[in-house]
Every structure is written in structure tokens, then in C-alpha cells.
């Protein structure tokens, strides 16, 4: 069993950066597929970003594209997402998860089998 916390959310002005940690325990990462995950209130789970086991493929949602980054150590069994240029509509509990997937990262929540607990991000105009 892999267990999942996310930190480093927090209330960010837009225009600026957040990193977001995933640490796992209980179980190597390193050949689990690996995502990010929002939700807002009232609104469905959406994919934000996903990573390869080795990290050589990385998949981003349209809305985040060329602003966020989904990074990966599996030596220290964490995952990270640098978000930079946030937008209040960036608003959301993140979370992050793990999937057994060997080739790819993908966008549906199904595909993954471990989840966090979330973390809270806060962007104000």
C-alpha cells in the first residue's frame, strides 16, 4: 500500500509561483506513473499534469500548459508541480496520484490507483 501527502499549497497573488510536493511512503515509486489532479468547488476532478515512471513522457491539461511543471525524484519517493504564472481560476484542492501505467501518464482519474488527500491552492486577483 502506497500512502500519499501533498504540501505546499497555500494563497499565492496571481502572477506568481507555488510548488507542490507529493511525498509517498509505504511503497517505491519509481515504477508508478504519476499525476496531478484539481478540483474546485462544485466542479469535477481535472487532470493538471502527468509524469512517466522514468519521467520521459509528460502530458499537461490545456489550461496549464507552458506555465506548470511536473518534475519527479524517485530516489527521495516525491513528486513535484511548479506552478508558475498562477490565475485565480488556478483555484483548487490539488491532489496527486499514482498509477501503474508503464508507458504513459494518463488523463483520466480512473487510471490511477493511490491518491492524496489534497492540498488547498488559493489564487487572488
Known amino acids: 500500500q502506497v500512502q500519499l501527502a501533498e504540501s505546499g499549497g497555500g494563497l499565492v497573488q496571481a502572477g506568481g509561483s507555488l510548488r507542490l510536493s507529493c511525498a509517498a511512503s509505504?511503497?517505491?515509486?519509481?515504477?508508478?506513473?504519476m499525476a496531478w489532479f484539481r478540483q474546485a468547488p462544485g466542479k469535477e476532478r481535472l487532470f493538471v499534469a502527468g509524469i512517466t515512471w522514468n519521467g520521459v513522457i509528460r502530458n499537461y491539461g490545456e489550461s496549464v500548459k507552458g506555465r506548470f511543471t511536473i518534475s519527479r525524484d524517485n530516489a527521495k519517493n516525491t513528486g513535484y508541480l511548479q506552478m508558475n504564472s498562477v490565475k485565480p481560476e488556478d483555484t483548487a484542492v490539488y491532489y496527486c496520484?499514482?498509477?501503474?501505467?508503464?508507458?504513459?501518464?494518463?488523463?483520466?482519474?480512473?487510471?490511477?490507483?493511490?491518491w492524496g488527500q489534497g492540498t488547498q491552492v488559493t489564487v487572488s486577483s
Open positions: 509505504g511503497r517505491a515509486i519509481g515504477t508508478y506513473a
Open positions: 496520484a499514482l498509477g501503474s501505467s508503464s508507458t504513459s501518464a494518463p488523463p483520466g482519474p480512473k487510471s490511477y490507483d493511490y
